[in-house]
């Protein structure tokens, strides 16, 4: 499975970016995500959304700025990113779960993108 992720940039805080993920047929059934890696800091959750799109969840620090969605017929999943702070700024990455409930343990994904990159300005 190849998930590729899209709509990372340079942005000023406060502003808004939207991320896309071409998460592929197989990966309809299970939940999708994202994680992120800050320079110098480990990887870390960003969010989560089940096979069908009826629960999400997400990291503390990004509730209520960011909104993951997902489209099953088109097979995409996307981060809407609001509100946009300098803590923000990382190499966001899309991921496949290996079922249909996903978790803030990387071990539960199965396939990871290649991430896109997110700088935000002070």
């Known amino acids: 499975v190849q998930l590729q992720a899209s709509g990372g940039g340079l942005v000023q805080a406060g502003d808004s970016l939207k991320l896309s993920c071409a998460a592929g047929r197989a990966s309809s059934n299970n939940a999708v995500g994202w994680f992120r890696q800050a320079p110098g800091k480990e990887r870390e959750f960003v969010a989560e959304?089940?096979?069908?799109?009826?629960?999400?969840t997400y990291e503390d620090s990004v509730k209520g700025r960011f909104t993951i969605s997902r489209d099953r017929a088109k097979n995409t999943v996307h981060l809407q990113m609001n509100s946009l702070k300098p803590e923000d700024t990382a190499v966001y990455y899309c991921v496949s779960y290996r079922r249909a409930w996903g978790s803030k343990d990387q071990s539960a994904v199965q396939y990871w993108g290649q991430g896109t990159q997110v700088t935000v300005s002070s």
């Open positions: 959304i089940n096979w069908n799109g009826g629960s999400v």
